[in-house]
């Protein structure tokens, strides 16, 4: 049934006096969220359930809080939970390219770094000065002595064999060797050698032979004592060491003897200082021959009794809950740092540095989904370790190089973290649908709406977000006209007269710019005329494609009557969204029809610039013509449809009721007035259905017929189920209230007919007909016309054949 929108169903006001308070310094800020009951039941669910699997992906419009919701209640949640372990990587001294970790009590991995830092300086000052006491001069010395003593005695009496029997011990190039002398006491020469008597000469081969195996005995019972002196004074040193210095590392074992982990280490750390004694010895300093050269004995590096503290958890008054804005693979998982010196990239344990992973360890990790996914290797390697649960620090880019480098391999970290993906619904439904693994590793969905019931108790939590705001950002209060409007703006966005939007981050932004116009103005309170200016420059702002498709109009160069009735012809209504901005554009529609079989002929279908949605609404379309008209006789015709200056593709059915009325006009020669501009879905039965953007549209059509100036003509027919979305504009509100423009509401498609053409409709009669003189009543007959012609053409050409 048509009917005329009344004022109350043009704009739902939210009163000033509804609200309880004159500024907003009269309420108390908002400390909950608004409107995300089912969302906040899952996020419940979900942080408190503890089992593998659960983790968490929010889902939501852009701007409705997902983000700011999540680390409030993180942040709550984990002040009760119990501060986690610190983690420190320490030097392996089995295989130095696979560090250990050791997990310690909160705050104590920098005391262990410190107490290591302090034992290794004390080492550093102590073992030299143990090395130059008297004491351990006077044993090293005595050790000494007696092997010189039983050294020179050994070749004492060797020689003294020798000299009995005319040789001697002399020193050469390759050693000791034993040479014949003469009575003189000098050595024999070869030519001398040579000269004697055979008997001579195999008599000295033989002693000579004798004494040198002797000398061979004598050498390596020498070696064996020096060996064994070597032992000796190894001992010694470790004794003396361990004496002096031993104590300190006893005292370390005994502050973290609840800690095998530690206990083990320091023993490791025991014996290799002691095996590596020399290092604490005072050094000789060695110059480079030239400054660019290394020089030629590297210093003693105390770097692996160093402690990398790569977790420290010691300022925490809780779980860890980390937002990581970057999930770059390093930024999660860690990373072996490297350093470049004389040209060589070197590394060690100590430059081991921790992601967020490991950050969050036993606490929370908020991560954007969306940025997950963008950077590589970060997803699959997230999936790996929540399937694993351990956290591996990997040289990722290892598998693409074309040389193999050898890198450290530090021990994996046990893996306890509750994941909270953000991200988009259509981001969370590609995931579930071609990943199987996601669902099973992000088992929770929260979803968070885009809108909230309009009631007194949100509305008044909206001025309690204002509060908030004002308090963050140290916005001036804002008057209760003021709420009043946000109230009002919120419905707007939300596109409904009994909803209020969720995506609180525009309503921020309107909040920072209407306190703007106040201060411009001198007000001390942001009044409802601040955020009129608000919104009136903000739309300004972002208007200009608007204004020029207006200029293009009135020039003439877009068609587009407002005036007059014209046949096949009407104006459609669709909506531009830009992305920042989106306005109603008309658009005129027109239908031909003549004597065929195509049917209808969607134009912009056959050039590929329909889309699917559009395509099943010309469906829609010719069922209902033929559930109408094609009763008792077959529906012959062709028929032509198309969005004129249309340049670009067409999606969407809410031109279905234009283009209905344009093709009956066409077909039943009754002009349609062009001072209405049409939307509305429709199905087969020809009952309207709602649309989007219907405020846009009405708004859109609005300012084309101001630019030739309203007459009480002009209007717009809308579904009647729009109703209850319409939040239009003041001005547009004024012209309705003062008869200079008009809207309508309709239920069915034949509700428009009447004000459209100024006919009746017609209602089916008994004998299947429509009354004369009826808008049905034009189309069946000139329906009929086409069928008969059509018919009549045929016979014609069956008797040619005949």
């Known amino acids: ?199 001579v000469k195999k008599n000295i081969d033989a002693i000579g032979k004798e004494l040198q195996e002797k000398l061979d005995d004598v050498i390596r019972i020498v070696r064996e004592e020096e060996k064994k002196i070597k032992e000796l004074m190894t001992q010694l040193e470790r004794q003396a060491t361990l004496s002096s210095v031993g104590h300190r590392i006893d005292e370390l074992k005994n502050k973290y003897k609840d800690n095998p982990q530690i206990l083990n280490y320091l023993e490791e750390v025991k014996e290799d200082i002691l095996e590596h004694l020399d290092d604490f010895k005072p050094q000789e300093e060695q110059s480079p021959g030239l400054p660019f050269m290394r020089p030629s004995k590297a210093e003693p590096s105390f770097v692996r009794y160093s402690i990398n503290v790569f977790v420290n ?281 003549y004597a065929g079989r195509a049917g209808i002929v969607n134009i912009e279908r056959e050039i590929k610039m329909s889309g699917k949605i559009h395509e099943k609404a010309i469906l829609i379309l010719t069922a209902y013509l033929g559930g109408k008209y094609a009763i008792k006789q077959s529906l012959s015709l062709t028929a032509s449809l198309t969005f004129e200056q249309l340049y670009g593709g067409i999606e969407g059915d809410s031109a279905t009721c234009a283009e209905v009325y344009a093709l009956l006009s066409s077909i039943s020669g009754v002009p349609l007035k062009q001072s209405y501009a049409i939307t509305g879905s429709m199905n087969q039965h020809g009952q309207v259905q709602p649309i989007g953007g219907v405020n846009e549209k009405i708004e859109g059509f609005f300012g084309v017929c101001k630019l030739n100036g309203l007459n009480g003509g002009h209007g717009a027919i809308v579904p009647k189920r729009n109703l209850m979305n319409l939040m239009l504009k003041k001005e547009v509100i004024d012209a309705v209230l003062s008869g200079q423009f008009n809207i309508y509401a309709i239920d069915n498609i034949e509700d428009g007919i009447e004000v459209l053409t100024g006919m009746q409709p017609g209602e089916l009669q008994s004998d299947g007909a429509y009354p004369e003189g009826t808008f049905n009543f034009m189309v069946a007959k000139r329906l009929k016309e086409l069928s008969e012609a059509l018919k009549a053409e045929k016979k014609e050409e069956n008797n040619k054949k005949e």
């Open 313 to 593: 958890n010691s300022e925490l008054k809780g779980a860890p809950v980390v937002i990581e804005s970057n999930p770059t693979y390093y930024n999660l998982f860690g990373r072996v740092e490297h350093k470049v010196q004389y040209g060589i990239a070197t590394t060690d344990f100590s430059m081991i540095k921790a992601g967020s992973l490991q950050m969050a360890n036993n606490g929370y990790l908020v991560v954007d989904a969306l940025d997950l996914l963008k950077n590589i290797f970060s997803y699959d390697a997230l999936k790996r370790t929540i399937k694993d649960k351990v956290i591996k620090i990997e040289d990722v880019w290892e598998q693409y190089r074309l040389i193999s480098t050898v890198t450290l391999k530090p021990e994996a970290l046990p893996f306890n973290v509750k994941i909270v993906l953000v991200g988009s619904p259509r981001l969370y439904y590609l995931l579930y649908s071609l990943d199987e693994e996601y669902r099973e590793l992000f088992k929770v969905k929260a979803d968070y709406e885009n809108r909230m019931d309009r009631t007194p108790e949100t509305m008044l939590k909206y001025a309690s977000f204002i509060k908030t705001k004002c308090d963050e950002r140290g916005i001036q209060p804002f008057a209760r006209d003021a709420v009043a409007k946000i109230v009002e703006y919120g419905s707007r966005l939300a596109g409904h007269q009994n909803k209020l939007s969720a995506k609180f981050s525009e309503i921020a932004d309107l909040l920072r710019e209407a306190d703007y116009w106040a201060k411009i103005s001198k007000h001390s309170v942001v009044a409802a005329e601040d955020v009129d200016k608000a919104l009136e420059e903000k739309t300004y702002r972002s208007n200009k494609v608007e204004q020029k498709i207006l200029e293009a109009t009135q020039e003439g160069t877009i068609l587009m009557d407002t005036e007059g009735a014209v046949t096949g012809q009407v104006n459609g209504l669709a909506v531009l969204d830009l992305g920042d901005y989106r306005f109603g554009v008309p658009s005129r529609i027109t239908a031909r029809t």
């Open 1 to 199: 049934m048509l009917r005329k929108v009344s004022k109350e169903e043009l704009y739902k006001c939210c009163e000033p006096t509804d609200l309880p308070f004159i500024t907003t310094d009269d309420i108390p800020p908002l400390k909950e969220t608004v409107g995300q009951k089912r969302a906040l039941s899952a996020l419940t669910f979900g942080l408190g359930i503890d089992s593998h699997g659960f983790n968490i992906y929010i889902l939501g419009e852009s701007g409705t809080g997902k983000m700011t919701t999540i680390k409030t209640i993180l942040e709550e949640k984990a002040k009760n939970e119990p501060v986690p372990n610190d983690w420190c990587y320490v030097y392996n001294f089995k295989n130095a390219d696979m560090p250990h970790a050791i997990s310690l009590p909160p705050g104590t991995g920098i005391a262990f770094q410190k107490d290591m830092n302090e034992l290794v300086t004390a080492l550093r000052q102590e073992i030299p000065k143990i090395f130059d006491s008297k004491e351990y001069e006077k044993q090293r010395t005595k050790l000494i002595e007696d092997f010189q003593q039983k050294q020179k005695k050994y070749f004492t009496d060797l020689e003294a064999e020798a000299k009995e029997k005319d040789f001697t011990m002399k020193k050469t190039v390759s050693g000791l060797i034993i040479v014949p002398v003469k009575k003189t006491g000098e050595a024999l020469s070869e030519e001398e050698y040579e000269d004697l008597d055979p008997k």
